[in-house]
């Protein structure tokens, strides 16, 4: 027997289901199953039942339709996620931090105006940070380094370091705060400094000086301006290790002075442009040796170990 004439008269009602399916049990009437009965219960035009099998032999037998499955796109995931985040970010940075920061590497010097139009001179391998939008209000700032300030009159003006605080009104100072190592100089003006050994007060040719978290004492000096200023480092009594630090500082360099006694002190200065004029600057007035290995590292050495 035909089958497309056979599932005609199914269709018609000719042949029961029970017995189409008996004949051919290997085929899927789900399909037709469901169209014939939706036809007899809505009001619509009779079902062309010549074109319903023409449809029904479109189909392919004995295969289940696949369910299609849309795959999550990860990378167009990502992208909305990036755009997300860097909206986020801006908005922040926009409307939230009003931090603003200034830094150096080594052997470099920033000069620039804070908003009150006061100048800052920042040495090398420093940063400074202040709050822009409450400026005006409180005239803080976090010095990590070293820096020169001619800060103009108004209200008080502080700078805060790990080892102590300076408060002026209007004042030229410089403020060096390594590791170990905390010097004030006033320039002009007063300044008023204040650490774990408590509050002093210094005026022009004074200075403040911790060392190791004891005071030391410092000389008066009467110098205008710092020596960095001019690319010259100076130093006053100073332990050998904090000379040794600003060489490395100023010239990127690395130097090893395990051999020698770096408490001893120092007095005088190394100039910035030139590393072996520096290096002979430091070493021969303590009479010590250095030599200039690989990849800019220096070893310092006392004359009998040479």
């Avoid at 030229?172 to 008023?192: I, L, M, T």
């Amino acid at each position: 027997m035909n089958k497309e004439h056979d599932i005609l008269k199914w269709f018609e009602g000719e042949i029961s289901s029970q017995d189409i399916k008996k004949r051919y049990p290997n085929e899927d009437f789900s399909s037709l199953e469901k169209l014939g009965f939706y036809s007899k219960h809505i009001d619509v035009p009779k079902i062309d039942a010549q074109k319903a099998l023409a449809d029904f032999k479109k189909r392919p037998f004995n295969k289940k339709e696949e369910t299609k499955v849309i795959p999550l796109n990860f990378k167009s995931f990502l992208k909305v996620a990036a755009i997300f985040v860097v909206l986020l970010t801006s908005s922040y940075f926009l409307f939230f931090n009003n931090t603003k920061s200034y830094s150096t590497e080594i052997a470099q010097t920033e000069t620039f105006k804070l908003p009150d139009n006061s100048e800052v001179i920042l040495n090398a391998q420093s940063k400074l940070e202040f709050n822009k939008k409450g400026w005006k209000e409180s005239r803080h700032l976090n010095l990590d380094g070293e820096a020169f300030f001619k800060v103009t009159k108004g209200k008080k003006f502080t700078v805060n370091t790990d080892a102590g605080s300076i408060q002026v009104l209007g004042t030229q100072f410089n403020v060096k705060e390594r590791a170990n190592y905390f010097e004030v100089q006033c320039y002009e003006g007063s300044v008023s400094v204040t650490s774990n050994s408590g509050k002093v007060i210094l005026t022009p040719g004074k200075s403040f000086r911790l060392i190791n978290g004891k005071v030391s004492v410092a000389n008066d000096f009467n110098a205008e301006t710092p020596s960095w200023l001019a690319k010259e480092s100076s130093f006053d009594n100073v332990p050998l290790w904090q000379v040794i630090n600003e060489l490395e500082i100023q010239y990127g360099i690395k130097i090893d002075a395990s051999k020698v006694n770096t408490s001893k002190t120092y007095s005088g200065s190394f100039t910035h442009t030139d590393k072996n004029i520096a290096l002979q600057s430091v070493t021969i007035p303590l009479k010590l040796s250095y030599k200039i290995n690989k990849g800019d590292n220096v070893e310092f050495y006392n004359y009998e170990s040479n």
